[in-house]
């Protein structure tokens, strides 16, 4: 039986109706807070609105770059598996990395030959383990974690610096070499896509503007495709 069967079966459009749910219910509720303290903060309606307007907007860029990669994950995923991740979580680097480390540790490519049942499991289960942790970090250690951040920055500034960005740079050196291990071809569109996200980022710093750098990933992601495709049809 195809994993995608699994996949998108009812039970899976039930769990993600689920979830989608609660998070609509939490979006009312910090709304419907947020109304209340208004007049605390002394904002009128028009601020209301207006912050209401420059959150919608600035919420569009983030939004087109799950989507791009959403797209992607569809055809491996299934439909409600990719809603559940990318669309409530919306850490696409973290869901690529956790799929990648997963299906890589199973011995087998993610959404290639020998992508069953059985690595689909892993794979999901993965992803939504290491969400689960960051949520249970978050519901009950953020004040602890907070205090103790406070005073280790307090000790040594840098250490809350180096730590986490040492951790993310093996993560994705070791994703990164994987991919340019697949060949000449696989080393151009490596370039391609890592030249894309470093214009971008650039750009981004340059004119100040943060949207470009919550499209890089997805933008990268299309550059790369767009390489592949031209290496392709050139025979490569």
């Known amino acids: 039986m195809d994993y995608l069967e699994y996949a998108n079966s009812p039970a899976m459009w039930v769990f993600a109706a689920a979830i989608f749910a609660v998070v609509i219910v939490q979006a009312v509720i910090f709304y419907r807070y947020a109304k209340s303290v208004s007049a605390e903060a002394e904002l009128t309606s028009g601020d209301q609105r207006r912050a209401l307007r420059i959150g919608a907007v600035s919420a569009i860029g983030p939004s087109i770059a799950v989507a791009i990669v959403a797209i992607g994950l569809l055809p491996v995923f299934g439909t409600p598996a990719t809603l559940m991740r990318i669309g409530m979580v919306g850490s696409v680097p973290y869901e690529l990395a956790a799929a990648n480390i997963a299906s890589q540790s199973i011995g087998v490519e993610l959404g290639g030959p020998g992508f069953d049942g059985t690595a689909f499991a892993a794979v999901f289960f993965t992803m939504a383990l ?56 696989s080393v151009l569109v490596l370039l391609g896509s890592g030249a894309a996200m470093a214009l971008l980022l650039l750009a981004a710093k340059r004119w100040g503007k943060g949207w470009i750098r919550e499209w890089a990933l997805g933008l990268s992601m299309v550059t790369g495709l767009v390489v592949a495709m031209v290496l392709q049809t050139n025979g490569m």
């Open 130 to 185: 290491g969400a689960g942790v960051w949520m249970a970090v978050v519901l009950f250690g953020a004040k602890s974690m907070g205090t103790l951040s406070t005073k280790v920055r307090a000790w040594k500034p840098w250490v809350m610096n180096v730590v986490p960005g040492a951790a993310l740079i093996g993560a994705f050196s070791y994703l990164t070499m994987s991919q340019a291990s697949g060949g000449f071809v």
